[in-house]
C-alpha cells in the first residue's frame, strides 16, 4: 500500500491555496452546513402549489427519534379506512403498540437464529447480521405480518412512552441482554442440551424490560368517538385483532412489493425474498424487482384511484428539511464545492452502498404535465406537523426517478405481467443485501 507521503501534502496544500473559490467556501461553511449554503429556494418554490391528484389524509405522525417509519406509513393506511369507516375526520393508531409487538418479535427471531446457527464461527456472515443489534427498522412486510397477528389499537389505549420515540437508551440495553442470550444459548447448543426452555426464560425478562419501557399492551380497550354528524358512539370490549379484522377488513392482504434495483446481484423481471429479514421466525419480505417505469405507473395508477401508496426512498439525498423539499435541482453542490465530482450513477449508489431506501411514507399527491406526466409528488411524512409544510413534504420528478426503490401497490392496479412475476418461485437473497 502506498502511504501518504509529505511531498503529496505539500502538493494539496498548494492546489486549495491557490484556489480562491475553496478558500472563500471555506469561510462560508465555519458558521454554516453545506446543505444550507448548497440550498436553492428559488428552485425549490417552483415545486409549490396543488396537485392535480391529491388523496385525502387525516393528519400527520410523529416517530419522533425512532426508526418506526415503515410502521407508521402501514398504519397511515389503515388509519384512513378506519377514518371512513367510523366517519370521522381524525383517527390515530398506537406506534408504540406495534413497536412493542415489533421488538419483541425480533428479539425471539435473534434467538431461535442463535439456536439455528449455533455451530457458525462469530465472523461468518450470518453471525455478524445476527450480532448487528435489534433494530428500529423495518418493512412493509413485516408491518403486515405483525398487524394480521397483533392488530392494532387506537392511540389513546396505548399512547407513546418516553422509549418508543426515543430509542437509543433502550436498544443498547436489549442489545446487551441478547448478545448474553445469544452467547448462553451457543454454548448451550454445543453442550448438547436442550436451548428451548431457556430460551423461553430470555423471552420472559425481554417481556417484561418491553413493559417496562413501552408499557404493557391491552388485551381489550373501549373505543369512544365522536363522528362528524356530532354522534357519539362508544365501543366496549374491542381487542386489537377486532379492530382490524372487523373494522379495517382486509386492508392490506391484497399489497404486493414493487421494487426497482438493477443491483446487488438483483435483476429485473425476478421475484425475490429475504429470509431472516422480517420482524417475526416465520415472516419474510418478498418483493418482484421491475423497471423503474413499471414502478412509476403502478404509483400514478393507484393515486388516481384514491388510494396512498406506502413507499420507500433515500430520504438523506438532497433534502431539505425544514423547508420539506427533495430536489436536485433545489440544490448546487457545484457551486459550493467546486471541482469536487460527487456523481453516481444510480447502479453504482446502490451497489457501493452510497444510497439505499432508508425512509418509508406515503405518496398522497402528484402534479402532471400536459402529457399527463408526472412533475412532482406530495408526501405524508412521519415527522411531525413541525417538518416540512406542516408534516408533508414535495419531491420533484427528477429526485421521485432517482431515489425512489420501492412502492406497496395494491394487486387490482397489477399488470397481467407482474400478476404472473409474483406467482413465480421466489429467489432467497442473503438478510444482509440491502433493498
Excluded at 501534502?9 to 452546513?33: G, I, N, P, V
Aim: charged content about 30%; aromatic content about 12%; glycine content about 6%.
Amino acid at each position: 500500500m502506498k502511504a501518504i507521503s509529505n511531498e503529496l501534502l505539500d502538493r494539496f496544500r498548494s492546489e486549495y491555496d491557490s484556489d480562491s473559490h475553496a478558500r472563500t467556501m471555506t469561510a462560508a461553511a465555519s458558521k454554516t452546513d453545506i446543505t444550507d449554503l448548497a440550498y436553492l429556494p428559488m428552485e425549490a418554490a417552483k415545486l409549490s402549489g396543488p396537485f392535480r391528484i391529491e388523496v385525502r389524509t387525516r393528519g400527520i405522525t410523529a416517530q419522533e427519534k425512532s426508526g418506526r417509519c415503515w410502521a407508521y406509513a402501514a398504519l397511515n393506511i389503515l388509519r384512513e379506512v378506519l377514518a371512513d369507516r367510523f366517519n370521522v375526520d381524525e383517527f390515530t393508531l398506537s406506534g408504540n403498540y406495534m413497536a412493542f409487538y415489533d421488538k419483541l418479535e425480533k428479539a425471539n427471531n435473534m434467538l431461535e437464529m442463535a439456536i439455528e446457527y449455533a455451530k457458525e464461527p462469530l465472523d461468518s456472515h450470518i453471525m455478524e447480521f445476527l450480532l448487528g443489534g435489534l433494530g428500529d427498522g423495518g418493512h412493509f412486510d413485516m408491518a403486515r405480518d405483525l398487524i394480521r397477528k397483533y392488530g392494532i389499537c387506537p392511540a389513546q389505549a396505548m399512547p407513546e412512552t418516553y422509549a418508543s420515540g426515543h430509542t437509543a437508551s433502550y436498544r443498547l440495553k436489549i442489545d446487551t441482554l441478547l448478545h448474553k442470550d445469544i452467547a448462553e444459548l451457543r454454548r448451550l447448543v454445543k453442550e448438547g442440551k436442550d436451548p428451548q426452555p431457556r430460551k423461553e426464560e430470555m423471552m420472559s425478562q425481554i417481556y417484561k424490560l418491553q413493559c417496562i419501557v413501552f408499557g404493557q399492551p391491552p388485551k381489550t380497550f373501549d373505543l369512544t368517538y365522536r363522528d362528524k354528524d356530532q354522534q357519539y358512539h362508544v365501543l366496549r370490549g374491542l381487542t386489537p385483532q377486532t379492530l382490524y379484522t372487523e373494522y379495517a377488513g382486509s386492508a392490506l392482504d391484497n399489497l404486493v412489493s414493487v421494487v426497482s434495483e438493477h443491483a446487488q446481484g438483483k435483476e429485473f423481471g425476478h421475484h425475490y425474498v429475504f429470509h431472516y429479514k422480517g420482524s417475526m421466525a416465520e415472516g419474510n419480505v418478498d418483493f418482484i424487482n421491475v423497471p423503474f417505469d413499471e414502478v412509476e405507473k403502478l404509483c400514478l395508477a393507484q393515486l388516481k384511484g384514491g388510494v396512498p401508496v406506502w413507499f420507500g426512498c433515500d430520504c438523506e439525498a438532497f433534502e431539505n428539511r425544514s423547508e420539506g423539499v427533495w430536489d436536485p435541482e433545489s440544490f448546487d453542490y457545484d457551486g459550493v464545492l467546486g471541482n469536487i465530482d460527487l456523481s453516481l450513477s444510480k447502479e453504482d449508489r446502490l451497489d457501493y452502498l452510497d444510497s439505499y431506501a432508508n425512509h418509508a411514507m406515503i405518496l398522497v399527491g402528484v402534479d402532471l404535465d400536459e402529457e399527463g406526466r408526472p412533475t412532482r409528488w406530495k408526501i405524508e411524512n412521519s415527522w411531525g406537523e413541525e417538518a416540512g409544510r406542516k408534516g408533508y413534504f414535495v419531491c420533484s420528478e427528477h429526485w421521485f426517478r432517482e431515489y425512489v426503490y420501492e412502492a406497496i401497490i395494491d394487486t387490482a392496479y397489477l399488470t397481467d405481467e407482474e400478476k404472473a412475476l409474483k406467482e413465480t418461485e421466489s429467489e432467497v437473497l442473503d438478510p444482509w443485501t440491502s433493498i
